[in-house]
T-cell receptor, first 116, second 112 residues
Framework: DAGVIQSPRHEVTEMGQEVTLRCKPI?????LFWYRQTMMRGLELLIY????????DSGMPEDRFSAKMPNASFSTLKIQPSEPRDSAVYFC??????????????FGPGTRLLVL | GESVGLHLPTLSVQEGDNSIINCAYS??????FIWYKQESGKGPQFIID?????DKRQGQRVTVLLNKTVKHLSLQIAATQPGDSAVYFC???????????FGQGTELSVKP
């Protein structure tokens, strides 16, 4: 199993540019989560999907952030326009619903974003 | 609550000693708790979990203890090894599942 795949692994861009982060969850998983990690705020949940439908986007900072999941094997997180304060590591995680009440989330390697 | 601050709590132990990492969780209604390990440059990795109807669970070299009375969670690592050096996060989940709330994290440093 390849695990959760994220691309790009590193992104450097200039303020005002559009940034698109990509995630491929583990095959068969029906939950997908986007997190942001900074030293100041730690690990924060931005949004999560169940069966490709956004369930909770209350963590999305503002309208500059948007996320989509067009199918079970692909999701994007877009920032437009980007700002220096968006610099962080963005993680994607996935899990699957079984007969257990709670499921372990498996994290990807992250995308390190630097906005200059 | 939110994780705030520039510096993580740090625990430094000698190789071979036992480590205890503590976590105070925020919501008394949380029903499920997980410990994650994050090595430098990598994503968090699942270590062990525990349900609120338990107070102790053991894995390979790791034990998680849950004290619901004081909303406290701890991770014990036996015979700590250099490969255990990482940041350790506790996370809590409510009865509806789905959303994990992560703690601030503790940096474990193992001295050879």
């Amino acid at each position: 199993d390849a695990g959760v795949i994220q691309s790009p692994r590193h992104e450097v861009t200039e303020m005002g540019q559009e940034v698109t982060l990509r995630c491929k969850p583990i095959s068969g998983h029906d939950y997908l989560f986007w997190y942001r990690q900074t030293m100041m705020r730690g690990l924060e949940l931005l949004i999560y999907f169940n069966n490709n439908v956004p369930i909770d986007d209350s963590g999305m900072p503002e309208d500059r952030f948007s996320a989509k999941m067009p199918n079970a094997s692909f999701s994007t997180l877009k920032i437009q326009p980007s700002e220096p304060r968006d610099s962080a590591v963005y993680f994607c995680a996935s899990s699957f619903k079984s007969d257990r009440p709670y499921e372990t989330q498996y994290f990807g390697p992250g995308t390190r974003l630097l906005v200059l | 609550g939110e994780s705030v601050g520039l510096h993580l709590p740090t625990l430094s132990v000698q190789e071979g000693d036992n480590s205890i990492i503590n976590c105070a969780y925020s919501n008394s209604a949380s029903d499920y708790f997980i410990w994650y390990k994050q090595e430098s440059g990598k994503g968090p990795q699942f270590i062990i979990d525990i349900r609120s109807n338990m107070d102790k669970r053991q894995g390979q070299r790791v034990t998680v203890l849950l004290n619901k009375t004081v909303k406290h969670l701890s991770l014990q690592i036996a015979a700590t090894q250099p490969g255990d050096s990482a940041v350790y996060f506790c996370a809590e989940m409510g009865v509806r599942g789905g959303k994990l709330i992560f703690g601030q994290g503790t940096e474990l440093s193992v001295k050879p």
